[in-house]
């Protein structure tokens, strides 16, 4: 699924479109027509190629929907992990694959990271290689550990503020201006992960990509909080590390959730579209 750009402002424009009267419409891609309907099916008056037909085909279904979306991705090696030992996940996916998550994030409203990710890492969260709008950034921050420095806490003057989630309870000095405070009721040190997602549809925000790490994207999957997953597999065995979903023990298969899945190829690396609803 390489890089189509006039493909890509198709899915855009697609994502801009107010389905809310509306079962299908056509939508130009060159000189061809290409209906979609809502949901994300598509038929095209003209062949495209098999990448055009992918990246339809893999982004269609989250471009077409309206109401909430709660979508997850876990970038990961062969053997599950997200990350070495030491944290160092950067990078475990090629462009393609970067370029992928960077257009889940142009097709939400929010991106929200653990307190792990967002100490580790300090991302930007940014829409950098595909165009599109940026997304809020979240932070699920239940203690409040997460030292306020970084791209998510400084120089956000122009950026959407940054929403930084914390216990009910928590003591913090005041965060810097372009970031907003929120708390969230937890127990045990546990957020509820519908809850999450509630506080923020409250305000709008009602399409989040849940971008990592592991343990976050794990419970938002064990409170089956999720419409879909995207795991990015890549062809690299890392043999320890952080690992990318970790669930409760169960005893037997019968007991294992099987949801439908798709798989793209993205480069030398696969896309699996892990379907929960
Ligand atoms: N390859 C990828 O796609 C990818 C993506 C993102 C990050 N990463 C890598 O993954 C590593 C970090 O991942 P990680 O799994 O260790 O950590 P993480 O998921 O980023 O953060 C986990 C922490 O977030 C808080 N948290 C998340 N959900 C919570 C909930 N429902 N209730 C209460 N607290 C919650 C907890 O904070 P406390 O610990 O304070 O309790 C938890 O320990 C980094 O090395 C980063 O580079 C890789």
């Not at 077409?64 to 979306?69: E, F, N, S, T």
Request: neutral net charge; aromatic residues 4%; charged residues 25%.
């Amino acid at each position: 699924m390489p890089v189509s750009q006039p493909v890509w402002d198709l899915i855009l424009a697609v994502h801009a479109f107010d389905w809310s009267d509306r079962v299908e419409q056509v939508f130009r891609l060159a000189d061809s027509g290409i209906t979609v309907r809502r949901g994300g099916s598509w038929v095209a008056d003209a062949a495209l190629c098999e990448a055009d037909r992918d990246l339809l085909d893999a982004l269609l279904p989250l471009a077409a929907c309206r109401g909430r979306l709660a979508i997850a991705q876990l970038g990961q090696s062969l053997d599950g992990r997200i990350a070495t030992e030491t944290g160092d996940s950067w990078y475990i996916n090629g462009q393609e694959a970067r370029t992928h998550l960077h257009r889940l994030r142009a097709l939400v409203d929010a991106v929200l990271v653990g307190a792990g990710t967002a100490a580790q890492d300090r991302p930007r969260l940014t829409v950098r290689h595909a165009t599109g709008s940026d997304p809020v950034p979240v932070i699920l921050d239940p203690r409040g550990r997460v030292e306020p420095g970084g791209p998510l806490f400084e120089g956000r003057r122009h950026a959407p503020p940054t929403l930084h989630l914390v216990g009910e309870g928590v003591r913090l000095p005041r965060p810097p201006s372009g970031v907003e405070r929120i708390f969230v009721s937890s127990s045990g040190g546990e957020v509820a992960p519908q809850e999450v997602l509630d506080r923020l549809a409250e305000r709008g925000l009602e399409r989040v990509l849940v971008e990592g790490g592991g343990v976050t994207v794990s419970r938002f999957v064990a409170a089956d909080s999720l419409d879909r997953l995207h795991l990015l597999i890549a062809p690299l065995l890392i043999g320890s590390g952080r690992p990318g979903l970790t669930l409760p023990p169960i005893e037997r298969l019968s007991d294992a959730r099987r949801p439908p899945i798709r798989s793209f190829r993205l480069a030398d690396e696969l896309l699996v579209d892990v379907c929960f609803r």
